[in-house]
Every structure is written in structure tokens, then in C-alpha cells.
């Protein structure tokens, strides 16, 4: 009695913790709103309804793949923008990392802060812990804190507020191309 007490007990939190409850296309979008790399306050519900919002979530500011990721968003804003869409990365990074993040690759679209995780767990994606890395930025050595490490998933919300595009093994380097067929064909 006291063991299957335990594990249903087990089973509730597991159930509930958010990581388990993972969105799918037709789903609502949640809502969310966190500090932007300007500091500044970033609300999705300013943007649905009007257009498309791509969130894609990345692991870690100044790495190999994140870098790529991120700077062909920068290189499709034009595009992304003709169709009707808007774009933020999404990460475990303070506001600080973010800061030199955008500075360091020159980007042109909102970096958004999860420390806590709450964002990723809002949406399904899995975390690992955070944790700091050291990198050179104009010939200064800046330690880049994050809360935590979420997986590397892209999400595109429709103007209806729904889960429209779900990639939970992004391609880094066709990522953006990828989201932005989708919009022209759902537009």
C-alpha cells in the first residue's frame, strides 16, 4: 500500500512538472513574457494575432552550432520579415550574455532570457543544467552565465495563437530556410 502510494505520488509530479507536457501543432501557444539581450520587456501576446512568431530555442550563447543558428536568422531577417513573420531566440542566458551575444555577431532580432527555464518548460522542451563559459569579445574575457540549457527546438505560432510548426532535431544550418517555406505555404 505505502509503495504504490509513493509512486503515484511519483507518477503526479512527473506528470505535472511541465517536461512531460510537451506541445504539438494545433496546440494553443503559451503565453510568455521575459527580459529581451536590451533589457527591455518582450510579450508574445503583442505579436499573435498579427503575425507569425518563430521561437526557437537554443542551447548555449557563443557556441559553434547556437552562432551558426542565430546568424542565419540575422541573414533572413528580410525574408522572414516579407513574410509576415517575427523572430526570437529563446535561451538559458542571463541578459548579459545575450548583450555581447547580439554584439559579437551583429543580430537584428530579439534574444530572449529563460533563466528560470519556465519558457522551455512552457513549451516541452527538455533542459539540462546551466553553467558558464568564458569567451573573448573585442579583446575583453567576458564569463557568459546560464540558468540553464534547454534543447535546441523551433516552433512557429500562427496568427490564431496555435502551435502551427514544431522541430525537435533542428538543423542548424536549414533551420531558417525550413521555417520560412513553411510560412509562405501556411500564409
Not at 564569463?143 to 500562427?158: C, E, H, K, Y
Request: net charge neutral.
Amino acid at each position: 500500500m505505502k509503495s504504490t502510494l509513493i509512486l503515484l505520488v511519483l507518477a503526479f509530479v512527473f506528470a505535472t512538472n511541465g517536461y512531460s507536457q510537451e506541445l504539438n501543432v494545433g496546440d494553443k501557444a503559451p503565453k510568455f513574457k521575459t527580459l529581451a539581450d536590451d533589457g527591455s520587456s518582450w510579450n508574445v501576446s503583442d505579436y499573435i494575432g498579427d503575425k507569425f512568431v518563430v521561437v526557437y530555442f537554443y542551447p548555449a550563447a557563443m557556441t559553434g552550432g547556437c552562432t551558426k543558428q542565430a546568424c542565419a536568422y540575422r541573414d533572413f531577417k528580410s525574408q522572414i520579415a516579407d513574410a509576415d513573420a517575427v523572430v526570437v531566440g529563446v535561451s538559458g542566458d542571463n541578459v548579459e550574455g545575450l548583450k555581447l551575444f547580439k554584439k559579437a555577431h551583429n543580430l537584428n532580432f530579439p534574444l530572449l532570457s529563460d533563466e528560470s527555464g519556465e519558457i522551455a518548460t512552457k513549451f516541452g522542451v527538455p533542459m539540462r543544467d546551466g553553467g558558464t563559459i568564458t569567451r573573448e569579445i573585442d579583446g575583453k574575457s567576458f564569463d557568459l552565465v546560464r540558468g540553464n540549457t534547454p534543447s535546441r527546438w523551433t516552433f512557429v505560432i500562427d496568427k490564431n495563437g496555435k502551435i502551427a510548426y514544431k522541430n525537435t532535431s533542428v538543423d542548424v544550418k536549414q533551420d531558417t530556410k525550413d521555417i520560412l517555406e513553411f510560412i509562405k505555404q501556411n500564409s
